[in-house]
């Protein structure tokens, strides 16, 4: 798996998705009622930028998921030489079917990851592990505006075809047996910090895999995507939605 050129691509990136700590900042202190140390699972975490952050603004136990165990490894070394390893443990596993019992999380975390399962789907599976008025905080792949150019409508419709405005959204949360509590847009700048990076790789590889089709088709979709976002950013976005588990479903 991790000689994929998604994997290639990613690697040595500090964020594997738009963000910023400012917005994982501004997402936490929404949350009211938190216990004072709470259970936390951090939902396909990558290489855990706010994994990190969620531990300075907390003194409870983060329990850090991902399927790609580079990722969590690079994370595991970080925790250790900040000395944060009873705070932050690391799991190799699938969101699909994860291994924690029920009811067992105050707050369930997921910057830029639930799309792998589904919004929808993810917030009805993730449900049951939380504690009763537990909460849900996701960013997920959002339109801003009801009209869209006709290339960034395709692009998306082919790449993540569950995109949708953040009204029906909400919607879904409630069907889903949660409060929405707040939602916002991640700033502009959460995307460039995913996607400075991320533009100096994909030229990097350019010349490490010269030659190399398959790769060279990943970067160009790659640097697509980031090209696409620079012309079209005022229609699309990511946008925080922090949920409170409802008890009546």
Not at 44 to 57: D, N, R, W
Not at 105 to 122: H, Q
Not at 209 to 221: N, R, T
Request: charged fraction near 25%; aromatic fraction near 12%; include cysteine.
């Amino acid at each position: 798996m991790s000689n994929h050129p998604f994997f290639e691509i990613h690697k040595d990136i500090p964020r594997e998705g738009p963000g910023n700590n400012e917005s994982t900042r501004k997402a936490f202190r929404l949350l009211n009622g938190l216990p004072a140390h709470p259970n936390i699972l951090d939902v396909g975490c990558g290489p855990g930028m706010q994994t990190k952050e969620l531990a300075t603004l907390t003194e409870g136990t983060i329990t850090a998921l991902d399927r790609h165990e580079p990722f969590l490894r690079e994370l595991e070394k970080w925790t250790a030489e900040h000395g944060l390893t009873q705070q932050i443990k690391t799991v190799q596993g699938d969101m699909f079917d994860m291994p924690f019992p029920q009811e067992s999380m105050d707050l369930i975390w997921s910057e830029g990851a639930i799309y792998i399962i589904g919004f929808e789907r993810g917030l009805r599976e993730w449900r049951k592990l939380l504690a009763p008025n537990g909460y849900l905080v996701v960013s997920e792949l959002t339109w801003l505006t009801q009209e869209r150019p006709d290339e960034i409508e395709a692009f998306w419709m082919e790449n993540y075809p569950a995109i949708k405005q953040a009204e029906a959204n909400e919607g879904i949360i409630e069907e889903a047996g949660y409060h929405l509590l707040h939602h916002f847009t991640l700033p502009e700048a959460g995307w460039w910090e995913y996607y400075r990076p991320l533009q100096e790789r994909v030229a990097l590889l350019r010349e490490r895999y010269d030659g190399q089709v398959e790769m060279q088709q990943a970067l160009d979709e790659t640097q697509r995507e980031i090209d696409l976002y620079k012309k079209y950013g005022a229609y699309y976005g990511y946008a925080f939605y922090i949920m409170q588990r409802q008890n009546d479903k």
